[in-house]
């Protein structure tokens, strides 16, 4: 069965780095796009950044434009998300995502940016 399962998350100081990683298996992961999410309580969920499958197009919320980088290595089936220069409204818990008919999620690895 499709299983997506991320990890990387942590606490850090605002202006820091972390790099999610996703792991897929289940499906072939080299013939589809993906997409990173992220969710805060009481706000609705935000599309972070999408990559094709090949890797060759990418997109980003405008948020996130400048800051975060997605990328992908298909011999791993293996999806990245490099965050960089962290502020504290990066918090909350960040998805994979991909459709394959319909969406599958992994569970999820929170990302805590304070001071």
């Known amino acids: 069965q499709v299983q997506l399962v991320e990890s990387g998350g942590g606490l850090v100081q605002p202006g820091g780095s972390l790099r999610l990683s996703c792991a897929a298996s289940?499906?072939?992961?080299r013939s589809w796009s993906m997409r990173w999410f992220r969710h805060t309580p009481g706000k609705e969920r935000e599309l972070v950044a999408y990559i094709t499958n090949t890797g060759d197009n990418t997109k980003y919320a405008d948020s996130v434009k400048g800051r975060f980088t997605i990328s992908r290595d298909n011999a791993k089936n293996t999806l990245y998300l490099q965050m960089n220069t962290l502020k504290p409204e990066d918090t909350a818990v960040y998805y994979c995502n991909a459709f394959l008919g319909r969406d599958y999620w992994g569970q999820g690895t929170q990302v805590t940016v304070s001071s």
């Open positions: 289940g499906f072939s992961f």
